[in-house]
């Protein structure tokens, strides 16, 4: 048996970029009615500012960055609908996170790294297996409750409230990373942290990292309070 100097595992919503799939696919398959998801999003061409805009949004659903203020209430109720309705979908258009390649370049070290996967369902493990061109990523099939977290020294969550959902008795003395993104931080001090409830509880026993899901990725160094400065800065750049 192999043996390695870290073993890490992260999970798929680290390393998928599912919500720019959601937003893919309520551009072309359900924004047939004007009024409830933002015009200027849904006719943008522009990849980048889009994935930038699910990575600046607050709120942990990807529905609240486009939709109309009239309907942002309907947020989650809307989400659940969309997927139920277009779950596989959705996975099978999820473009991969830089994180994914990173993952990559780590199993090339010799037994030095292990990565292991957590997927929720046979669906997601599907889509990490026909991305795995190194097929050397282990995949675990299972509820993160149930996870025996006795063996990894890293957990990487895309999502960092995530975290409270293993059993937090085996949270302990691990490296905890997560996206760098809006909805996993909030102000400090001099600059954003760590949602602080959640860091406050494990950064006693732990170590915790942010990483950028895309290498080109700059989180803006002061917030952006509303979608109406973000349509602003990107207009005065097409000027």
Same mark, same amino acid.
């Given at each position: 048996?192999? /043996? ?20 893919? $696919? ?8 004007? *009024? ?36 942002? !209430? ?6 659940? /609908? ?27 070290? !010799? ?14 493990? !599907? ?21 025996? $977290? ?20 085996? %949270?302990? *003395? ?15 001090? %001099? ?8 860091? %406050? ?13 895309? /290498? ?24």
């Amino acid at each position: 048996m192999v /043996q390695y100097g870290i073993n890490l595992l992260i999970d798929f919503e680290c390393l998928m970029d599912v919500d720019y799939a959601i937003y893919t $696919l309520i551009k072309y398959k359900y924004n047939k009615k004007p *009024g409830i998801f933002d015009e200027y999003y849904m006719q943008s061409d522009d990849i980048n500012f889009i994935k930038t805009l699910m990575l600046v949004r607050y709120d942990l659903n990807p529905l609240t960055a486009l939709l109309t203020p009239e309907y942002k !209430e309907e947020a989650d109720s809307l989400y659940k /609908q969309i997927m139920e309705a277009d779950y596989k979908t959705i996975l099978k258009v999820a473009e991969a996170y830089d994180t994914f390649a990173l993952m990559e370049s780590y199993m090339k070290t !010799e037994n030095v790294i292990s990565v292991n996967v957590l997927c929720k369902d046979e669906f997601q493990a !599907e889509v990490i297996k026909k991305l795995d061109s190194s097929n050397k990523f282990k995949i675990i099939i299972s509820d993160r409750s149930k996870v025996n $977290l006795s063996d990894f020294d890293a957990i990487w969550v895309g999502k960092f409230s995530h975290i409270m959902g293993f059993d937090l008795r085996q %949270v302990q *003395g691990k490296h905890i990373y997560t996206l760098r993104a809006k909805y996993n931080l909030e102000r400090g001090k %001099v600059t954003e942290i760590p949602k602080l409830d959640i860091a %406050v509880y494990l950064a006693k026993v732990n170590k915790i990292f942010l990483v950028s899901p895309y /290498q080109w990725f700059v989180l803006p160094v002061e917030p952006l309070t509303d979608d109406t400065k973000i349509k602003e800065e990107v207009k005065n750049d097409e000027d």
